[in-house]
């Protein structure tokens, strides 16, 4: 389940006790952002073991940092700041070095994100442009209860996403982030943020239709 945004007094608090070297206050911070970390770093990097390997260097200059950190944005954006120039050092390496932004828009290939055909014609004499086949509906929240198949599928429509729309998706419905924390963490535009999230969306949405239909 998505985790809940820490309060700024929680916040506060979690990072003294990491100034005062607290390994368990380390350890939760850890476990809370770990995954998304991992998530974000396979954007700029081309395996899994140098994500984690970023992850490893970002968590290392998190507590090397932690005195200079001035709390002007939230510690999570902070530290996936952090993530985002290591990783990008690490792709330099491999030769895959360009900034989130650069990704969003070499992704944003002007095509519709909904097939076309999926709606009715301008010349429609009731509902011109209207939906001629619905989309499914999206999953909220309360859709706890997914079959563990419905599941699997969305995770592999997921994972077959181009980098920065899987990035996104994964911030925001998976990790439950809200659009100012992915602009603020992956230095993006609101636009841009709306844009991924929307073609990544469409496009599980086409694979839950499928799985449905199937």
């Not at 792709?91 to 992704?107: H, I, T, W």
């Not at 509906?137 to 997921?158: F, H, K, N, S, Y």
Request: hydrophobic share 45%; aromatic share 6%.
């Amino acid at each position: 389940m998505p985790k809940q945004p820490l309060a700024h007094d929680e916040e506060q608090a979690l990072v003294a006790a990491l100034r005062r070297g607290d390994a368990d206050a380390f350890a939760t911070l850890v476990d809370r952002h770990s995954p998304a970390m991992i998530r974000v770093a396979m954007a700029y990097v081309p395996s899994r073991a140098a994500a984690e390997e970023a992850v490893q260097e970002t968590w290392i200059a998190v507590i090397r940092g932690i005195e200079r950190f001035e709390g002007r944005a939230s510690l999570k954006t902070w530290i996936f700041r952090i993530l985002a120039n290591v990783a990008m050092r690490s792709g330099a390496r491999e030769r895959r070095s360009v900034p989130f932004s650069a990704l969003a828009e070499a992704e944003d290939t002007g095509e519709p994100s909904v097939e076309p055909d999926r709606f009715l014609p301008a010349d429609h004499e009731l509902f011109p442009g209207h939906w001629a086949i619905m989309p499914a509906r999206w999953p909220t929240p309360e859709d706890a209860l997914l079959t563990g198949e419905a599941r699997a599928v969305i995770a592999a429509a997921i994972a077959e996403l181009p980098a920065a729309q899987r990035t996104v998706i994964a911030l925001r419905d998976v990790e439950g982030w809200s659009s100012d924390e992915v602009c603020a963490a992956l230095e993006i535009s609101a636009g841009n943020q709306r844009i991924l999230l929307h073609r990544a969306r469409s496009r599980v949405r086409e694979a839950i239709e499928s799985h449905r239909r199937g």
